[in-house]
């Protein structure tokens, strides 16, 4: 079992920047992909960024491919976005997922993910 607990959610000005945090319990955080998902109101929950466990290989979606970075520290058993350049487009409620089995061919499915933090809320000013 894993918890995720979220932070660094805010409003903030278009142009601006944000970093999210997502600290797990547990003592194999290594062994898990994260991933962070958003989702607007109205919208679907749409797939942002995710990091694979060695904190080594990451993919972005195309709409925040680079503005947005994923990154993990296995010692302090956390996941990271670094949002930079933001737009109101970006405003959402941000999620982090975490899952030991998700492969490289469907890391941008929600569906997959076990185990989900209870979200961050993220506003971009116009």
């Known amino acids: 079992q894993v918890q995720l607990v979220e932070s660094g959610g805010g409003l903030v000005q278009a142009g601006g920047s944000l970093r999210l945090s997502c600290t797990a319990s547990?003592?194999?955080?290594?062994?898990?992909?994260m991933g962070w998902f958003r989702q607007a109101p109205g919208k679907e929950r749409e797939f942002v960024a995710t990091?694979?466990?060695?904190?080594?290989?990451?993919y972005y979606a195309a709409s925040v491919k680079g503005r947005f970075t994923i990154s993990r520290d296995n010692a302090k058993n956390t996941v990271y976005l670094q949002m930079n350049s933001l737009e109101p487009e970006d405003t959402a409620v941000y999620y982090c997922?975490?899952?030991?089995?998700?492969?490289?061919?469907?890391?941008?499915?929600?569906?997959?993910?076990?185990?989900w933090g209870q979200g961050a809320q993220v506003t971009v000013s116009s």
């Open positions: 997922a975490a899952d030991p089995y998700v492969s490289s061919s469907n890391y941008d499915l929600a569906r997959i993910y076990s185990y």
């Open positions: 990091i694979r466990g060695n904190g080594i290989i990451t």
């Open positions: 547990g003592r194999t955080f290594s062994a898990y992909r």
